[in-house]
């Protein structure tokens, strides 16, 4: 059986992209030591935050590469997403990580011929986990982005009774009664991922023991913090923080989609330079990037 231990706090991280767009892999071991440093143990790499739909298999590949070294210095989860893409290109990536040490596998669904029941998810799921078979899969539930809003808790069930790895699911969603029903049907033997940052602390109040969120990369001691007070039963610290963070990404996404906006915090709030997203996104101005810098100095973030 192939096992799926890992629980915590998963910084799903960008792609850094040159002025011409073209990949950077080169700050990969700084960008990785400076989470490492602050706490995060474990990275998603070409989520929604990585931007992998915007990029070829060459360059996941390469970018994929570079951080299966580094985690080995680091010490860090490596979990990779496969998946926004032909299914024979999700196919040849899935094998490609775990051919490169992989510590586990996230995937979407097909993005136009899309499921549209448990059964269907499953089946398309099959072709992905046949190509790694000793590598946790994971499945990324992010209804708001993909339109693909089938019962996860129906196909947990299923999943888990049909793909001999698969071990869970990332669960992008606000409905966290749906998630916690996601996590009694995966049971001990999988996972359910929260995934959304603005419900951090009632996330875990309910139960829920591991989360993947974009504010990790430049904020990742607040979220510590929040599941440090949640564990303690310190419930006023945990919703402070939380209405704090919740603030900060409000400001942050006020003028922008959510990865270039994102990277914009990046940039602002840490040492490292992780660069502008690759069209289609739409890049911040300069005058709307003063005015985040001067919203988050007056939250005390700066």
């Not at 799926?4 to 799903?12: D, E, K, S, V």
Request: charge should be neutral; aromatic fraction near 6%.
């Amino acid at each position: 059986m192939v096992s799926f231990t890992y629980r915590g706090l998963c910084a799903p991280v960008f792609t850094i992209f040159n002025k011409d767009s073209s990949v950077n892999v080169a700050t990969i071991p700084e960008y990785a030591r400076f989470l490492a440093k602050n706490g995060i143990d474990g990275v998603l790499v070409h989520g929604t935050s990585g931007e992998g739909v915007s990029m070829t298999v060459a360059e996941r590949k390469a970018v994929v590469e570079v951080w299966a070294k580094v985690v080995k210095e680091t010490k860090q989860h490596l979990m990779v997403q496969v998946g926004g893409c032909p299914l024979p290109d999700a196919v040849e990536m899935a094998r490609h990580a775990e051919s490169v040490g992989a510590d586990s596998l996230l995937c979407h669904s097909e993005l136009f011929f899309k499921p549209t029941n448990p059964t269907e998810l499953v089946n398309y799921l099959k072709y992905v986990a046949a190509a790694a078979p000793r590598t946790p899969l994971l499945y990324y539930h992010i209804p708001g982005w993909t339109g693909i809003n089938i019962n996860m808790e129906k196909f947990i069930t299923e999943a888990l009774q049909k793909i001999p790895n698969f071990r869970g699911i990332k669960y992008t969603s606000t409905d966290l009664e749906g998630g916690i029903a996601a996590r009694r049907a995966s049971g001990s033997q999988s996972a359910v991922f929260l995934g959304a940052d603005t419900l951090l602390a009632s996330a875990y109040t309910m139960g829920y023991d591991s989360a993947i969120a974009t504010s990790l990369n430049m904020m990742p001691q607040h979220a510590i913090k929040i599941v440090k007070a949640i564990r303690e039963n310190n419930i006023d610290e945990a919703k402070r923080l939380q209405n704090l963070l919740t603030d900060a990404v409000n400001i942050i996404i006020k003028d922008g989609a959510w990865v270039p906006t994102m990277k914009a915090a990046m940039n602002l709030l840490t040492p490292i330079n992780v660069g502008q997203s690759r069209p289609p996104l739409v890049n911040l101005t300069q005058a709307q990037t003063d005015d985040m810098e001067q919203a988050l100095k007056k939250l005390g973030l700066l």
